[in-house]
């Protein structure tokens, strides 16, 4: 490790950002290659933020500067977390994708993982304190594995609510459970099963209601 820091000191920022923008262009190509006709290759660029212009064979724009548009997963509406390039050059959230097509039985696309799309965002996070408009974008189209993985410093609507559902949650799976009615019990304990970590707003305020301790308004 002490090598690689005397080596790092030895190489200037514009040597390290040429490095950086050499190793983003190499992910770039290695995804063209896989995407199977033109029309699939300029989809992937487009959410990039990569246009190419056919009469002076040239590109414009850059992977560091996608509309804030294209980095909305097409199906939820939501910042991209883990992002995958499907066949047809379409950036998609991978759960999102997989869930689609599992509910449409359709035959499963294949799918690559778009890290530089998955840098672009993580790497806006920087910019939420001092721009406005980046911060409310992401107010806007937060999800609750954007918040866990970027630690990010928002208040959206709504996820107060989230958390404090979690926090009841965590309740219910511990004393509640001893201290609510029997039907309850049994039915708090058919959602966690059915469910896993999930449990209905609907059912969150009835256990409220029931220890009126809890207020989630």
């Known amino acids: ?97 997989v869930a689609a097509q599992e509910a449409l039985n359709e035959t499963p696309l294949r799918f690559f993982p778009n890290n530089v799309m998955r840098n672009l965002v993580f790497s806006l996070k920087s910019e939420t304190p001092n721009d406005s408009r980046v911060r409310r974008f992401f107010e806007h189209h937060w999800n609750h594995e954007l918040i866990a993985q970027l630690g990010l410093d928002i208040n959206p609507p709504g996820l107060a609510r989230w958390r404090r559902s979690r926090l009841v949650l965590k309740l219910i799976k511990g004393f509640i459970l001893l201290i609510a009615p029997t039907v309850m019990n049994r039915r708090v304990e058919a959602a966690a099963r059915g469910e896993g970590d999930w449990i209905s707003l609907a059912l969150l305020y009835s256990l409220s209601h029931t220890l009126q301790k809890i207020d989630l308004e």
């Open 1 to 97: 490790m002490e090598n690689l820091i005397e080596l790092l000191e030895n190489f200037s920022v514009v040597e390290l950002q040429n490095a950086t923008l050499y190793y983003k262009k190499e992910i770039i190509k290695k995804t063209l290659r896989t995407l199977s006709t033109p029309n699939a290759r300029r989809k992937y660029l487009k959410q990039l933020g990569i246009t190419f212009d056919d009469k002076k064979q040239l590109f414009s724009g850059g992977a560091n500067y996608a509309e804030l548009e294209y980095l909305l997963c097409p199906i939820t509406n939501k910042i991209f977390v883990e992002p995958v390039v499907a066949e047809d050059g379409v950036t998609y959230e991978e759960s999102a994708l």
